[in-house]
Protein backbone atom coordinates (compact mmCIF):
# COMPACT_ATOMS: atom_id res chain seq x y z
CA UNK A 1 0.00 0.00 0.00
CA UNK A 2 1.40 3.56 -1.02
CA UNK A 3 2.12 5.56 2.00
CA UNK A 4 -0.25 8.65 2.49
CA UNK A 5 0.43 10.65 4.94
CA UNK A 6 -2.66 12.67 6.81
CA UNK A 7 -0.50 15.98 6.12
CA UNK A 8 2.74 16.81 5.18
CA UNK A 9 5.30 17.36 8.31
CA UNK A 10 7.98 19.83 8.95
CA UNK A 11 11.42 18.20 9.85
CA UNK A 12 14.86 19.73 10.02
CA UNK A 13 18.30 19.09 10.69
CA UNK A 14 21.40 21.02 11.27
CA UNK A 15 25.26 20.84 11.17
CA UNK A 16 27.15 21.37 13.82
CA UNK A 17 25.30 21.11 17.23
CA UNK A 18 27.28 20.11 21.20
CA UNK A 19 25.44 18.57 23.94
CA UNK A 20 26.82 18.67 27.42
CA UNK A 21 26.75 16.19 29.78
CA UNK A 22 23.91 15.61 32.15
CA UNK A 23 23.53 18.54 34.65
CA UNK A 24 20.66 18.01 37.59
CA UNK A 25 19.35 20.74 39.84
CA UNK A 26 19.90 20.86 43.31
CA UNK A 27 15.79 19.87 43.74
CA UNK A 28 16.02 16.07 43.29
CA UNK A 29 12.82 15.98 41.09
CA UNK A 30 14.88 17.56 38.32
CA UNK A 31 16.76 14.66 37.53
CA UNK A 32 15.79 14.74 33.50
CA UNK A 33 17.03 18.24 32.68
CA UNK A 34 20.29 18.08 30.36
CA UNK A 35 22.61 20.96 29.83
CA UNK A 36 23.69 22.40 26.59
CA UNK A 37 25.02 25.64 24.82
CA UNK A 38 23.70 26.95 21.54
CA UNK A 39 25.70 26.07 18.55
CA UNK A 40 26.50 27.55 14.99
CA UNK A 41 25.38 25.38 12.14
CA UNK A 42 23.17 24.66 8.99
CA UNK A 43 19.30 24.24 9.50
CA UNK A 44 17.17 23.34 6.60
CA UNK A 45 13.59 22.81 6.99
CA UNK A 46 12.09 20.59 5.32
CA UNK A 47 8.38 20.46 4.22
CA UNK A 48 7.04 16.44 3.48
CA UNK A 49 4.42 15.56 0.98
CA UNK A 50 3.11 12.93 -0.50
CA UNK A 51 3.26 12.55 -4.01
CA UNK A 52 3.41 10.36 -7.61
CA UNK A 53 5.63 10.10 -10.38
CA UNK A 54 4.13 11.56 -13.81
CA UNK A 55 5.44 11.78 -17.82
CA UNK A 56 5.55 14.68 -19.98
CA UNK A 57 2.63 14.12 -21.62
CA UNK A 58 -0.06 10.80 -22.64
CA UNK A 59 -2.37 10.75 -25.70
CA UNK A 60 -4.34 8.39 -26.45
CA UNK A 61 -5.34 7.92 -29.90
CA UNK A 62 -8.97 6.96 -30.74
CA UNK A 63 -11.55 5.96 -33.80
CA UNK A 64 -12.77 8.74 -35.36
CA UNK A 65 -15.32 6.84 -36.78
CA UNK A 66 -17.04 3.69 -36.31
CA UNK A 67 -15.52 0.78 -38.62
CA UNK A 68 -12.69 -1.76 -38.37
CA UNK A 69 -9.14 -1.53 -37.58
CA UNK A 70 -8.04 -2.33 -40.97
CA UNK A 71 -4.01 -1.73 -39.95
CA UNK A 72 -2.15 -1.89 -36.88
CA UNK A 73 1.74 -0.52 -37.51
CA UNK A 74 2.87 -0.39 -34.35
CA UNK A 75 3.28 -2.64 -31.30
CA UNK A 76 3.39 -2.39 -26.95
CA UNK A 77 6.56 -0.66 -26.03
CA UNK A 78 7.73 0.64 -29.09
CA UNK A 79 8.99 4.53 -29.51
CA UNK A 80 7.55 6.70 -32.03
CA UNK A 81 7.69 10.04 -33.08
CA UNK A 82 5.10 12.73 -33.54
CA UNK A 83 2.72 12.44 -36.47
CA UNK A 84 3.92 8.46 -37.43
CA UNK A 85 1.14 6.52 -38.80
CA UNK A 86 -0.09 4.05 -36.15
CA UNK A 87 -3.14 2.77 -37.30
CA UNK A 88 -5.64 2.74 -40.18
CA UNK A 89 -9.57 2.68 -39.96
CA UNK A 90 -11.93 1.44 -42.59
CA UNK A 91 -15.21 3.12 -42.09
CA UNK A 92 -17.55 2.34 -45.37
CA UNK A 93 -20.08 4.64 -44.77
CA UNK A 94 -17.32 7.84 -44.94
CA UNK A 95 -15.49 5.86 -48.26
CA UNK A 96 -19.01 6.03 -50.10
CA UNK A 97 -19.94 9.83 -48.96
CA UNK A 98 -16.71 10.68 -50.22
CA UNK A 99 -17.14 8.86 -53.76
CA UNK A 100 -20.86 10.34 -53.83
CA UNK A 101 -19.01 13.67 -53.38
CA UNK A 102 -16.42 13.13 -55.63
CA UNK A 103 -19.03 12.16 -58.51
CA UNK A 104 -21.14 15.30 -57.74
CA UNK A 105 -17.47 17.39 -58.07
CA UNK A 106 -17.22 16.10 -61.46
CA UNK A 107 -20.85 16.87 -62.75
CA UNK A 108 -20.23 20.41 -61.09
CA UNK A 109 -16.86 21.02 -62.91
CA UNK A 110 -18.44 19.70 -66.48
CA UNK A 111 -21.10 22.21 -66.20
CA UNK A 112 -23.77 19.68 -65.42
CA UNK A 113 -26.01 21.97 -63.22
CA UNK A 114 -28.89 21.62 -66.30
CA UNK A 115 -30.86 24.46 -67.46
CA UNK A 116 -32.15 27.24 -65.19
CA UNK A 117 -35.33 28.09 -67.34
CA UNK A 118 -36.10 31.96 -66.13
CA UNK A 119 -35.39 33.06 -63.03
CA UNK A 120 -38.09 30.88 -61.15
CA UNK A 121 -36.24 28.14 -62.34
CA UNK A 122 -32.96 29.75 -60.67
CA UNK A 123 -34.71 30.06 -57.38
CA UNK A 124 -35.32 26.59 -57.43
CA UNK A 125 -32.06 25.31 -58.24
CA UNK A 126 -30.28 28.12 -55.63
CA UNK A 127 -32.40 26.44 -52.85
CA UNK A 128 -31.85 22.66 -54.02
CA UNK A 129 -27.63 24.03 -54.00
CA UNK A 130 -28.35 25.64 -50.35
CA UNK A 131 -29.87 22.20 -49.21
CA UNK A 132 -27.46 20.06 -50.32
CA UNK A 133 -24.61 22.27 -48.99
CA UNK A 134 -26.45 22.57 -45.67
CA UNK A 135 -26.36 18.48 -45.68
CA UNK A 136 -22.84 18.57 -46.50
CA UNK A 137 -21.72 20.90 -43.67
CA UNK A 138 -24.21 18.80 -41.52
CA UNK A 139 -22.51 15.78 -41.75
CA UNK A 140 -19.10 16.86 -41.98
CA UNK A 141 -19.35 18.33 -38.65
CA UNK A 142 -21.62 15.34 -36.89
CA UNK A 143 -18.25 13.25 -38.27
CA UNK A 144 -15.67 15.95 -36.91
CA UNK A 145 -17.85 15.96 -33.68
CA UNK A 146 -17.10 12.16 -32.94
CA UNK A 147 -13.60 12.81 -33.16
CA UNK A 148 -12.12 12.07 -29.84
CA UNK A 149 -8.73 13.67 -30.56
CA UNK A 150 -9.35 17.29 -29.20
CA UNK A 151 -6.51 18.85 -31.17
CA UNK A 152 -7.70 17.06 -34.79
CA UNK A 153 -11.21 17.76 -33.76
CA UNK A 154 -10.99 21.12 -33.68
CA UNK A 155 -8.92 21.43 -37.06
CA UNK A 156 -11.85 19.71 -38.81
CA UNK A 157 -14.36 22.04 -36.95
CA UNK A 158 -12.83 24.94 -38.50
CA UNK A 159 -12.36 23.63 -41.90
CA UNK A 160 -16.43 22.63 -41.35
CA UNK A 161 -16.89 26.27 -40.53
CA UNK A 162 -14.96 28.39 -42.97
CA UNK A 163 -16.28 26.08 -45.53
CA UNK A 164 -19.78 27.18 -44.69
CA UNK A 165 -18.71 30.92 -44.49
CA UNK A 166 -17.60 30.44 -48.08
CA UNK A 167 -20.37 29.14 -49.57
CA UNK A 168 -22.45 31.63 -47.50
CA UNK A 169 -20.93 34.52 -49.14
CA UNK A 170 -21.15 32.69 -52.79
CA UNK A 171 -25.03 32.31 -52.15
CA UNK A 172 -25.50 35.59 -51.20
CA UNK A 173 -23.56 36.61 -54.34
CA UNK A 174 -26.08 34.32 -56.82
CA UNK A 175 -28.53 36.11 -54.89
CA UNK A 176 -27.72 39.58 -55.28
CA UNK A 177 -27.22 39.17 -59.04
CA UNK A 178 -30.64 37.75 -59.41
CA UNK A 179 -32.33 41.05 -58.24
CA UNK A 180 -30.00 42.87 -60.41
CA UNK A 181 -31.72 40.56 -62.86
CA UNK A 182 -35.25 41.42 -61.67
CA UNK A 183 -34.03 44.98 -61.19
CA UNK A 184 -33.26 45.24 -65.34
CA UNK A 185 -29.45 46.12 -63.87
CA UNK A 186 -28.31 42.80 -65.19
CA UNK A 187 -28.74 39.60 -67.28
CA UNK A 188 -29.92 36.53 -66.55
CA UNK A 189 -26.62 35.01 -67.76
CA UNK A 190 -25.08 37.19 -65.26
CA UNK A 191 -26.95 35.74 -62.33
CA UNK A 192 -26.81 32.25 -63.96
CA UNK A 193 -22.92 31.94 -63.86
CA UNK A 194 -22.60 33.54 -59.98
CA UNK A 195 -24.98 30.46 -59.49
CA UNK A 196 -22.91 28.01 -61.27
CA UNK A 197 -19.93 29.33 -59.54
CA UNK A 198 -21.80 28.79 -55.65
CA UNK A 199 -22.64 25.28 -57.25
CA UNK A 200 -19.42 24.56 -57.93
CA UNK A 201 -17.66 25.91 -54.92
CA UNK A 202 -20.70 23.46 -52.76
CA UNK A 203 -19.54 20.46 -54.74
CA UNK A 204 -15.61 21.07 -54.05
CA UNK A 205 -16.59 21.63 -50.55
CA UNK A 206 -18.88 18.65 -49.70
CA UNK A 207 -15.46 16.17 -51.20
CA UNK A 208 -12.81 17.99 -49.38
CA UNK A 209 -14.85 17.89 -46.28
CA UNK A 210 -15.98 13.82 -46.72
CA UNK A 211 -12.14 13.84 -47.96
CA UNK A 212 -10.89 14.92 -44.66
CA UNK A 213 -12.89 12.74 -42.51
CA UNK A 214 -11.50 9.86 -44.66
CA UNK A 215 -7.92 11.03 -44.11
CA UNK A 216 -8.31 10.86 -40.44
CA UNK A 217 -9.08 7.08 -40.73
CA UNK A 218 -5.61 6.94 -40.57
CA UNK A 219 -4.41 7.59 -37.17
CA UNK A 220 -1.03 9.28 -36.40
CA UNK A 221 1.07 9.71 -33.13
CA UNK A 222 -0.16 12.70 -31.49
CA UNK A 223 3.30 13.07 -29.53
CA UNK A 224 6.39 11.23 -29.68
CA UNK A 225 6.34 8.21 -26.86
CA UNK A 226 6.02 4.84 -26.21
CA UNK A 227 3.53 2.84 -27.36
CA UNK A 228 0.75 1.28 -24.64
CA UNK A 229 -2.61 -0.58 -26.63
CA UNK A 230 -5.28 0.78 -25.22
CA UNK A 231 -6.52 3.75 -23.45
CA UNK A 232 -4.94 4.73 -19.98
CA UNK A 233 -7.42 3.43 -17.54
CA UNK A 234 -6.07 0.51 -16.02
CA UNK A 235 -8.97 -0.51 -13.36
CA UNK A 236 -6.64 -0.21 -10.17
CA UNK A 237 -4.46 2.54 -9.10
CA UNK A 238 -4.69 5.82 -10.34
CA UNK A 239 -4.48 6.10 -14.01
CA UNK A 240 -2.62 8.09 -16.62
CA UNK A 241 -5.91 10.11 -17.16
CA UNK A 242 -6.08 11.27 -13.74
CA UNK A 243 -2.27 12.78 -13.71
CA UNK A 244 -2.64 13.82 -17.10
CA UNK A 245 -5.24 13.61 -18.90
CA UNK A 246 -8.23 14.82 -17.05
CA UNK A 247 -10.41 11.84 -18.22
CA UNK A 248 -10.65 8.74 -20.04
CA UNK A 249 -11.89 7.14 -22.95
CA UNK A 250 -14.45 4.26 -23.23
CA UNK A 251 -12.15 0.70 -22.51
CA UNK A 252 -12.10 -2.04 -25.12
CA UNK A 253 -11.46 -5.40 -23.20
CA UNK A 254 -8.05 -7.87 -24.54
CA UNK A 255 -9.52 -11.01 -26.00
CA UNK A 256 -8.16 -13.94 -24.66
CA UNK A 257 -4.93 -14.71 -26.18
CA UNK A 258 -4.69 -11.71 -27.80
CA UNK A 259 -2.10 -9.15 -26.86
CA UNK A 260 -3.96 -5.95 -28.25
CA UNK A 261 -6.37 -4.31 -26.82
CA UNK A 262 -8.31 -3.89 -30.15
CA UNK A 263 -7.21 -7.10 -32.50
CA UNK A 264 -6.82 -6.37 -36.22
CA UNK A 265 -10.05 -6.53 -38.17
CA UNK A 266 -12.00 -5.84 -35.09
CA UNK A 267 -15.16 -3.51 -34.82
CA UNK A 268 -14.57 -0.22 -33.07
CA UNK A 269 -17.47 2.45 -32.44
CA UNK A 270 -16.51 6.11 -32.60
CA UNK A 271 -14.32 7.03 -29.65
CA UNK A 272 -12.75 3.49 -28.98
CA UNK A 273 -9.16 3.92 -28.13
CA UNK A 274 -7.15 1.88 -30.16
CA UNK A 275 -3.38 2.69 -28.51
CA UNK A 276 -1.63 5.74 -25.87
CA UNK A 277 1.46 7.08 -26.64
CA UNK A 278 3.40 8.17 -23.58
CA UNK A 279 6.05 9.96 -23.85
CA UNK A 280 8.18 9.75 -20.91
CA UNK A 281 11.40 11.59 -21.98
CA UNK A 282 10.73 13.62 -19.03
CA UNK A 283 9.56 12.87 -15.64
CA UNK A 284 7.85 14.94 -13.14
CA UNK A 285 6.29 14.42 -9.84
CA UNK A 286 2.76 15.89 -8.03
CA UNK A 287 3.28 16.52 -4.52
CA UNK A 288 0.32 17.34 -2.15
CA UNK A 289 1.32 19.68 -0.15
CA UNK A 290 -0.71 20.61 2.89
CA UNK A 291 -2.13 24.42 3.09
CA UNK A 292 -0.25 25.07 6.03
CA UNK A 293 2.95 25.00 4.58
CA UNK A 294 2.26 25.87 0.78
CA UNK A 295 2.92 29.16 1.11
CA UNK A 296 6.57 28.34 1.98
CA UNK A 297 7.26 26.19 -1.28
CA UNK A 298 8.43 28.15 -4.02
CA UNK A 299 9.39 27.34 -7.75
CA UNK A 300 13.16 25.92 -7.59
CA UNK A 301 12.70 24.55 -4.29
CA UNK A 302 14.63 21.51 -4.09
CA UNK A 303 13.78 18.46 -3.07
CA UNK A 304 14.57 14.67 -2.66
CA UNK A 305 12.05 11.86 -3.05
CA UNK A 306 11.77 8.56 -2.12
CA UNK A 307 9.79 6.15 -4.21
CA UNK A 308 7.50 2.84 -2.71
CA UNK A 309 8.77 1.11 -5.78
CA UNK A 310 12.89 1.73 -5.69
CA UNK A 311 13.18 1.02 -1.48
CA UNK A 312 16.76 2.35 -0.67
CA UNK A 313 16.66 5.04 -3.71
CA UNK A 314 16.87 8.43 -3.75
CA UNK A 315 15.80 10.90 -6.10
CA UNK A 316 16.65 15.10 -6.85
CA UNK A 317 13.90 16.66 -7.77
CA UNK A 318 13.24 20.86 -8.40
CA UNK A 319 9.75 22.94 -8.37
CA UNK A 320 8.44 23.90 -11.29
CA UNK A 321 5.22 25.67 -10.59
CA UNK A 322 2.80 25.38 -7.31
CA UNK A 323 -1.03 25.29 -8.51
CA UNK A 324 -3.09 28.40 -7.35
CA UNK A 325 -6.66 26.21 -7.32
CA UNK A 326 -6.50 23.59 -3.95
CA UNK A 327 -7.97 20.33 -4.19
CA UNK A 328 -9.55 18.68 -0.97
CA UNK A 329 -8.50 15.42 0.39
CA UNK A 330 -10.99 12.51 1.31
CA UNK A 331 -10.44 13.50 5.10
CA UNK A 332 -12.17 17.22 4.01
CA UNK A 333 -8.38 18.93 4.29
CA UNK A 334 -7.25 21.56 1.72
CA UNK A 335 -3.87 20.86 -0.03
CA UNK A 336 -2.11 21.93 -3.16
CA UNK A 337 -0.26 20.71 -5.86
CA UNK A 338 3.10 21.08 -6.41
CA UNK A 339 4.54 20.38 -9.51
CA UNK A 340 8.09 18.78 -9.84
CA UNK A 341 10.87 18.08 -12.14
CA UNK A 342 12.72 14.81 -11.43
CA UNK A 343 16.31 14.16 -11.78
CA UNK A 344 18.39 10.70 -11.67
CA UNK A 345 19.00 9.01 -8.56
CA UNK A 346 21.40 7.15 -6.61
CA UNK A 347 20.46 3.58 -4.97
CA UNK A 348 21.56 2.30 -1.48
CA UNK A 349 24.83 1.04 -2.92
CA UNK A 350 25.92 4.53 -4.62
CA UNK A 351 24.64 3.21 -7.87
CA UNK A 352 22.28 4.51 -10.11
CA UNK A 353 18.74 4.07 -9.54
CA UNK A 354 16.28 2.01 -10.97
CA UNK A 355 13.93 4.41 -13.47
CA UNK A 356 10.73 5.20 -12.17
CA UNK A 357 7.51 4.88 -13.75
CA UNK A 358 4.44 6.85 -14.26
CA UNK A 359 2.36 6.72 -10.93
CA UNK A 360 4.33 5.59 -8.63
CA UNK A 361 3.58 6.36 -5.13
CA UNK A 362 6.45 8.73 -3.77
CA UNK A 363 7.02 10.80 -0.95
CA UNK A 364 9.00 13.82 -1.81
CA UNK A 365 10.83 16.18 1.13
CA UNK A 366 11.09 20.00 -0.03
CA UNK A 367 14.28 21.64 1.13
CA UNK A 368 12.18 25.02 2.01
CA UNK A 369 14.00 27.07 4.03
CA UNK A 370 18.23 26.98 4.86
CA UNK A 371 20.26 28.75 7.31
CA UNK A 372 23.76 28.84 7.32
CA UNK A 373 26.13 29.86 9.96
CA UNK A 374 23.17 30.22 11.84
CA UNK A 375 22.76 29.87 15.67
CA UNK A 376 20.94 27.21 16.45
CA UNK A 377 19.63 25.04 19.30
CA UNK A 378 17.79 22.14 19.92
CA UNK A 379 14.11 21.99 19.90
CA UNK A 380 13.29 20.66 22.40
CA UNK A 381 14.88 23.55 24.35
CA UNK A 382 11.81 26.02 22.92
CA UNK A 383 9.02 26.07 25.53
CA UNK A 384 6.40 28.28 25.03
CA UNK A 385 5.59 31.10 27.98
CA UNK A 386 2.14 33.35 27.71
CA UNK A 387 2.47 33.00 23.33
CA UNK A 388 6.49 33.65 23.77
CA UNK A 389 9.18 31.05 22.14
CA UNK A 390 11.51 30.59 25.51
CA UNK A 391 14.31 28.86 26.15
CA UNK A 392 16.01 28.16 30.17
CA UNK A 393 19.79 29.95 29.97
CA UNK A 394 22.13 29.42 32.96
CA UNK A 395 22.88 32.97 33.85
CA UNK A 396 25.23 33.51 36.87
CA UNK A 397 24.13 30.11 39.27
CA UNK A 398 20.43 29.96 38.11
CA UNK A 399 18.39 29.38 35.23
CA UNK A 400 16.81 32.35 34.16
CA UNK A 401 13.68 32.30 31.15
CA UNK A 402 14.85 34.17 28.17
CA UNK A 403 12.42 35.27 25.10
CA UNK A 404 13.78 33.82 21.96
CA UNK A 405 13.30 34.74 18.45
CA UNK A 406 12.85 31.54 16.24
CA UNK A 407 14.15 31.89 12.09
CA UNK A 408 14.14 28.59 10.15
CA UNK A 409 12.31 25.48 12.39
CA UNK A 410 12.39 22.25 12.02
CA UNK A 411 11.64 18.58 14.34
CA UNK A 412 14.94 18.37 15.51
CA UNK A 413 17.02 21.68 15.75
CA UNK A 414 15.63 25.10 15.20
CA UNK A 415 17.37 28.55 14.02
CA UNK A 416 17.60 31.25 16.86
CA UNK A 417 17.81 34.93 15.64
CA UNK A 418 17.59 37.15 18.92
CA UNK A 419 17.66 36.05 22.66
CA UNK A 420 20.93 34.37 22.75
CA UNK A 421 24.22 33.75 20.92
CA UNK A 422 26.46 31.12 20.37
CA UNK A 423 28.21 29.96 23.03
CA UNK A 424 25.25 30.34 25.88
CA UNK A 425 24.47 27.39 28.34
CA UNK A 426 21.00 26.41 27.78
CA UNK A 427 18.79 23.55 29.13
CA UNK A 428 18.64 21.29 26.25
CA UNK A 429 16.36 18.54 27.24
CA UNK A 430 13.43 18.38 30.77
CA UNK A 431 12.54 22.46 30.28
CA UNK A 432 9.59 21.97 31.29
CA UNK A 433 10.53 20.34 34.58
CA UNK A 434 12.56 23.82 35.44
CA UNK A 435 11.03 26.39 37.92
CA UNK A 436 12.08 29.69 38.54
CA UNK A 437 14.80 30.20 41.30
CA UNK A 438 16.03 26.49 40.16
CA UNK A 439 20.07 26.04 40.03
CA UNK A 440 21.71 23.79 37.84
CA UNK A 441 23.90 21.32 39.65
Not at 156 to 175: E, F, N, P, R, T
Not at 193 to 202: D, E, K, N
Not at 224 to 238: K, N, Y
Amino acid sequence: MPRRLPRPVVLAVAGIFLVSSTAASCNDEQTDVRLGEASRGTVAEIVEAPGSVTARAAATVSAPSAGTLDDLRVESGQRVSKGQVVAVIDAPDLEARRRSAERALEQASRGGGGSIGGTSGFTSVRRKTDKQAAKAFDEARAAAQKITDPALRDVLLKQVDAAKQQYDAASAAAGAALRSVQRGVASLGEAVSSLSAAQRLQAQQAYELADAAVEALTLRAPVAGVVQMGGTSSGGSPALSDLLAGGSAPQTANLPGVDEAVPRGAYVAAGTPILTVVDVSRLGLTAEVDETDVLLVRAGVKATVELDAATGSSYQATVRAIDLLPTTSSRGGVSYKVRLDLAGGKDAAGGTAPTPRPGMSAVVRLQVREADDAVTVPASAIINVDGKDTVWAVRGDRYERVPVTLGVQGEDVVQVTGGIDAGARIAVSGADEIRPGDRPS
